[in-house]
């Protein structure tokens, strides 16, 4: 079955480090553009960062500086490592892998995970 | 970076409708246009992609259009399981922006 499971959200102090993982079954992640998406409680959809099949990665300018987006071809994993964290990047954290025929973009997520809630707070 | 507007916030209808909604881009972004679908608690769906192709698996009452800054979603027929948010997003420049949604309500 393809699907994206993700791992490793919690509870964080403010300025402290957290570790998502978006475990990947039925493909290749390293194949594929994928993207970390967040949505904060009752808000809408905020893209965060995107790893291209090619490597090459973008974040959002908020994020900059503090996440990284990575993955590992061995253990068909995506990952978000963030640091410095801030009350604002309290959400629900989605993985998402980009379909194709999206013209290039990598961005038409056609794939989400279930999401990983991160709660950042004193 | 490009602000989509979408319009209405939400809007009543009933099963049976046909129900239209706005994505309007903040500068051209030609036809590089994806709509979601996202259910309470759920993750979100592509059901439009490159503002007017069906994704796979996607009902054909679902339909996109528009091209530049103005961007529609139809959905004919509106079935039960239709009611749920709609995000337009624009995937024509770093950082992709999505709408703030349009929620379909049961009337």
């Known amino acids: 079955e393809v699907q994206l499971v993700e791992t490793g959200g919690g509870l964080v102090q403010p300025g402290g480090s957290l570790g998502l993982s978006c475990a990947a079954s039925?493909?290749?992640?390293?194949?594929?553009?994928m993207s970390w998406v967040r949505q904060a409680p009752g808000k809408g959809l905020e893209w965060v960062s995107v790893i291209y099949a090619g490597a090459t990665t973008n974040y959002r300018d908020s994020v900059k500086g503090r996440f990284i987006i990575s993955r590992d071809h061995s253990k068909n994993t995506l990952f978000l490592q963030m640091n410095s964290v801030r009350a604002e990047d309290t959400a629900v954290y989605y993985c998402?892998?980009?379909?194709?025929?999206?013209?290039?973009?990598?961005?038409?997520?056609?794939?989400w995970g279930q999401g990983t809630q991160v709660s950042v707070s004193s | 970076e490009i602000q989509m507007t979408q319009s209405p916030s939400s809007l009543s209808a009933s099963v049976g409708d046909s129900v239209t909604f706005t994505c309007r881009a903040s500068q051209s972004i030609g036809i590089y246009l994806n709509w979601y679908q996202q259910k309470p608690g759920k993750a979100p769906n592509l059901l439009i992609y490159?503002?007017?192709h069906l994704q796979s698996g996607v009902p054909s009452r679902f339909s996109g259009s528009g091209s530049g800054t103005d961007f529609t979603l139809t959905i004919n027929n509106l079935q039960p399981e239709d009611f749920a948010t709609y995000y337009c997003q624009q995937t024509y420049t770093i950082p992709w922006t999505f709408g703030q949604g349009t929620k379909v309500q049961i009337k």
């Open positions: 490159i503002a007017s």
């Open positions: 998402a892998r980009a379909s194709r025929g999206c013209m290039g973009s990598g961005g038409c997520l056609g794939l």
């Open positions: 039925g493909f290749t992640v390293s194949a594929y553009d």
